[in-house]
């Protein structure tokens, strides 16, 4: 498949008039050619118009039509083969394997929601039967969720395929029968073209609205402003830094009809290192973390940028373990320029807090766009005075706090801003303390996890990638797993309506074969 540099608006392959855009190879700071021909609000008008277009029709086509479009799409993409891989290492410096695998999570998650609309849990549908009886009378109440309308979808910058053009935003918005507007990262303009071509090709072999899906481009943050702010957009699915997820918020909440942005924004996920475990296996603890950390170049959300323990000589050892370990690891190539820029400025930034003093660095970098990895340490006390050090340095850099016991670790907790991920490290020693400190976990974070790293997110059905703000800007959804579906859902009651009339989901004959919820039981009658 030819990358050419056009935007894809429904149909048609539209090339665009503003500005001229170039993909980047960070490892060399080539640029990569085709040229890609930014557009405005033309274009983004005319993709919204055929979004709003394509919505009724794509909304009630049959879960299995939808399904069978999705599986359709993680097909294409797989059959895009090493020239899809090879574009994507090449825009984003990320390894051959790493991307392999990325792409098998991409189709992963475009099967797993085929398999959420098989299932109909999501439409809930719900029936309470008229009781004419009754004083007052009762009518006949019926209940389904159906999608909410077209999405804007931005991809991210350090997943190019998984949370990006075909990733979790647009497979559950296509799910729910929301159609999508695209819009490219613009490190991934070419693998960002590749995928949408694959989605634009599987909407025309399915047979649906083209404007069920678009793929627009655009250099600055206009085209983005006009994406969230057209009239026919009626939710937004983000992943990226604090500031592009507030002002996307902020543009949507001034529009005339204010709209939900689910945007994933900013985590520094939390370590918790319990004494007995620190003792029992501290070093092996070390080790582990360290690889955590610098894994992926720190380019993870889920990254652990903060380790928080008890004083003792089992954290020391830990300690010396940590540094030891992170002296030996290699500098790796960041995502973009930009990225490698911001990672040093964080850098330089907790370098400069009095109070946290820099213990472990990482091999220094041998060419463009290398992050050397970082660990810092301060008290439990320096580190609630001074805000400054939960900052998230987008990269692999840490913080170590120590504190004097459980109880300063506990209101250490509680002045944590919200995360998606908090990781205890416990034995069965540590549980009564763990007690103390699991309720304020689960105020902070979206998934509280044992023994383990914050780093890798299963997709299923009962992952929950999301949290208290900043880490989301909504702490009741989920942007991974099957759960996501319902950020693009809304509920619908039908009162009394003619039988005729009634979705599939509602009909006295269940048509669809669903579980339904009938006067408070669960039943496929």
């Given at each position: 498949?030819?990358?050419?540099?056009?935007?894809?608006?429904?149909?048609?392959?539209?090339?665009?008039?503003?500005?001229?855009?170039?993909?980047?190879?960070?490892?060399?700071g080539?640029?990569?050619?085709p040229?890609?021909?930014?557009?405005?609000?033309?274009?983004?008008?005319?993709?919204?118009?055929l979004?709003?277009?394509?919505?009724d029709p794509?909304?009630n086509?049959?879960?299995?039509?939808?399904?069978?479009f999705?599986?359709?799409?993680?097909?294409?993409?797989?059959?895009?083969?090493?020239?899809l891989?090879?574009r994507?290492?090449?825009?984003?410096?990320?390894p051959?394997?790493?991307?392999?695998?990325?792409?098998?999570?991409t189709a992963?998650q475009?099967?797993?929601?085929?398999?959420?609309?098989?299932?109909?849990?999501?439409?809930?549908?719900t029936?309470?039967s008229a009781?004419?009886?009754?004083?007052p009378?009762?009518?006949?109440?019926?209940?389904?969720?159906?999608?909410?309308?077209?999405?804007?979808?931005?991809?991210?910058s350090?997943?190019?395929?998984?949370?990006?053009?075909?990733?979790?935003?647009?497979?559950?918005?296509?799910?729910?029968?929301?159609?999508?507007v695209a819009?490219s990262?613009?490190?991934?303009?070419g693998?960002?073209e590749?995928?949408?071509?694959?989605?634009?090709q599987a909407?025309?072999?399915?047979?649906?609205?083209?404007?069920?899906?678009?793929?627009?481009l655009?250099?600055?943050?206009?085209?983005?402003?006009?994406?969230v702010?057209h009239?026919?957009?009626?939710?937004v699915?983000?992943?990226g830094s604090?500031?592009?997820?507030?002002a996307?918020?902020?543009?949507a909440?001034?529009?005339?009809?204010?709209?939900p942005?689910?945007a994933e924004?900013?985590?520094i996920?939390?370590?918790?290192?319990?004494?007995?475990?620190?003792?029992a296996?501290?070093e092996?603890?070390?080790?582990?973390?360290?690889d955590?950390?610098?894994?992926?170049?720190?380019?993870?959300?889920?990254?652990?940028g903060?380790?928080?323990?008890?004083?003792?000589?089992?954290?020391?050892?830990?300690?010396?373990?940590?540094?030891?370990?992170?002296?030996?690891?290699?500098?790796?190539t960041?995502?973009?320029?930009?990225?490698?820029?911001?990672?040093?400025q964080?850098?330089a930034r907790?370098?400069?807090?009095?109070?946290?003093?820099?213990?472990?660095?990482?091999l220094?970098g041998?060419?463009?766009?290398q992050a050397?990895?970082a660990?810092?340490?301060?008290?439990?006390?320096?580190?609630?005075?001074?805000?400054r050090?939960?900052?998230e340095v987008?990269?692999?850099?840490?913080v170590?706090?120590?504190?004097?016991d459980?109880?300063?670790?506990?209101?250490l907790?509680?002045?944590l801003?919200?995360?998606?991920?908090?990781?205890?490290?416990?034995d069965?020693?540590?549980?009564?303390?763990a007690r103390?400190?699991?309720?304020?976990?689960?105020r902070?974070?979206?998934?509280?996890l044992?023994?383990?790293?914050?780093?890798g997110?299963?997709?299923?059905?009962?992952?929950?990638h999301?949290?208290?703000f900043?880490a989301?800007?909504?702490?009741?959804?989920?942007s991974?797993?099957?759960?996501?579906i319902?950020?693009f859902?809304?509920?619908v009651?039908?009162?009394?309506?003619?039988?005729?009339l009634?979705?599939?989901?509602?009909?006295?004959?269940?048509?669809?074969?669903?579980?339904?919820l009938?006067?408070g039981?669960l039943?496929?009658?």
């Open positions: 498949m030819k990358i050419t540099g056009e935007m894809l608006i429904g149909a048609s392959a539209v090339r665009g008039q503003d500005a001229v855009l170039q993909a980047i190879d960070p490892a060399t080539a640029t990569l050619g040229d890609f021909h930014g557009g405005g609000a033309a274009e983004v008008d005319r993709a919204c118009v979004a709003e277009q394509a919505f794509f909304r086509t049959l879960p299995e039509q939808r399904a069978a999705l599986e359709r799409i993680a097909d294409g993409i797989e059959a895009l083969g090493d020239t891989i090879e994507a290492h090449r825009e984003s410096g990320l051959l394997a790493r991307l392999q695998g990325e792409r098998g999570r992963n475009l099967r797993l929601f085929a398999r959420v609309l098989r299932d109909g849990r999501w439409q809930q549908a029936w309470d009781l004419p009886e009754r004083t009378p009762r009518p006949d109440l019926r209940m389904q969720n159906i999608a909410l309308g077209p999405v804007a979808v931005f991809g991210a350090n997943f190019p395929l998984a949370f990006s053009v075909a990733g979790g935003d647009t497979a559950s918005a296509l799910a729910a029968g929301c159609p999508v819009k990262h613009p490190a991934h303009l693998t960002s590749l995928v949408g071509r694959v989605i634009q909407v025309a072999d399915a047979g649906l609205p083209e404007g069920v899906f678009s793929l627009v655009g250099a600055g943050n206009e085209i983005g402003t006009a994406l702010a009239p026919a957009i009626q939710a699915g983000f992943t604090r500031g592009g997820g507030l996307l918020t902020r543009v909440q001034q529009r005339p009809q204010p709209i942005v689910y924004m900013s985590s996920n939390p370590v918790f290192l319990m004494p007995a475990a620190l003792a296996r501290g092996r603890i070390a080790a582990e973390l360290i955590s950390l610098v894994m992926g170049v720190g380019q993870f959300c889920t990254n652990p903060l380790v928080i323990a008890i004083d003792s000589p089992a954290l020391a050892a830990f300690r010396a373990a940590a540094v030891q370990a992170l002296g030996g690891k290699p500098a790796g960041m995502l973009t320029p930009g990225i490698h820029q911001a990672y040093q964080g850098v907790l370098g400069e807090i009095n109070g946290l003093q820099r213990i472990g660095t990482g220094a041998t060419g463009p766009n050397c990895a660990m810092f340490e301060t008290s439990a006390a320096q580190f609630i005075a001074d805000h050090m939960q900052a987008f990269g692999p850099s840490s170590l706090v120590t504190c004097r459980i109880d300063e670790m506990t209101a907790t509680r002045s801003e919200g995360q998606l991920t908090a990781t205890v490290h416990a069965a020693g540590d549980h009564a303390a103390q400190l699991l309720p304020v976990l689960e902070k974070a979206g998934r509280v044992f023994n383990g790293y914050p780093t997110v299963e997709v299923s059905y009962a992952m929950v999301g949290g208290p900043p989301t800007s909504d702490a009741r959804t989920t991974v797993g099957a759960a996501a319902a950020r859902l809304r509920p009651c039908y009162q009394n309506v003619p039988g005729e009634l979705p599939p989901a509602l009909r006295d004959d269940n048509p669809l074969g669903l579980w339904r009938r006067d039981e039943t496929r009658a």
